[in-house]
């Protein structure tokens, strides 16, 4: 069993019965192929939640600090997530990030950057656009809707796979597919909250 299955298995055990964590339409998840996940951030939590609640394996960017803690930055490795410098235009994560999604696995990130201090959907980063664009990967939008309070339900939706060809066509910025990617995550807050 790999590290990624046993932290999976583990934090489902810890998490699950505490949070009451329900995930919806793990069935819109592309079984193979590259996908970039982009979900809205309103806890530590989510990216070791959404991670286990995702029905692949999941490679995330973290934020260069998370690194640097010693048993953290080991485990992270481990289990496949990279660093990315905030605030910069990291070349050596955009060039990871790509390759994570060129060998047809799938992405994660919060394009928001850092966690909702309110709960409300903040703007997202270009990166997410980026990615989406110079990639062949479908995005899949994500949202989760807490709060993380014991035994109050977490709850994690995946929506409908968004197809970015048409907007590649078309030839968007990054910042216009970000906008795009803010608004699918957006409707599946509306819609479930």
Avoid: W
């Amino acid at each position: 069993m790999s590290l990624y299955n046993f932290g999976k298995g583990l934090i489902l055990t810890l998490f699950k019965p505490v949070y009451r964590m329900k995930v919806h339409g793990k069935e819109n998840f592309p079984k193979t192929g590259a996908v970039l996940l982009c979900s809205n951030h309103i806890d530590n939590l989510d990216p070791p939640i959404v991670g286990a609640c995702t029905p692949r394996k999941v490679h995330f960017m973290a934020k260069e600090e998370l690194f640097k803690i010693p048993v953290l930055g080991k485990i992270l490795d481990n289990v496949g997530a990279f660093p990315v410098k905030r605030g910069l235009s990291d070349r050596e994560a955009l060039r990871k990030g790509l390759k994570v999604l060129k060998d047809g696995e799938v992405l994660g990130l919060f394009p928001e950057g850092t966690r909702s201090k309110d709960g409300k959907l903040g703007k997202g980063l270009a990166g997410a656009g980026f990615f989406a664009l110079r990639s062949d990967a479908v995005v899949m939008p994500c949202a989760v809707i807490g709060p993380y309070k014991p035994f109050r339900r977490v709850h994690i939706y995946f929506g409908k796979p968004l197809n970015v060809n048409e907007y590649r066509e078309k030839k968007v910025s990054a910042d216009e597919m970000t906008l795009v990617i803010m608004n699918q995550i957006g409707e599946l807050l509306e819609k479930h909250r």
